[in-house]
């Protein structure tokens, strides 16, 4: 149901995006507790996913009017 919805395609790039960078985020920081002993920070693995969906919108779209600081802010 994820994938098979009615949004625009800059608005179903994002949730895919948010999906994507958000199972991305969590593998690399489960990774790092198990591997390299770390703690984990639950607002710093948000913020990541955050970071990661801003950067990969921008670049897809080409978008230059808003920051990645912007988009973190909007999601």
């Known amino acids: 149901m ?3 919805n009615s949004f625009k ?4 790039k994002c949730w895919e995006s948010i999906l994507f960078a958000g199972l991305w985020s ?3 920081a489960r990774n790092e507790v198990i591997f390299n002993n770390k703690h984990l920070d639950v607002a710093e693995v948000v913020d990541l996913i955050k970071t990661r969906v801003a950067f990969w919108i921008k670049a897809k ?3 230059t009017d808003y920051t990645v600081e912007d988009f973190k802010r909007g999601i």
């Open 61 to 63: 779209f080409n978008i």
């Open 2 to 4: 994820w994938f098979n």
């Open 26 to 28: 969590i593998w690399i």
């Open 9 to 12: 395609n800059l608005e179903k």
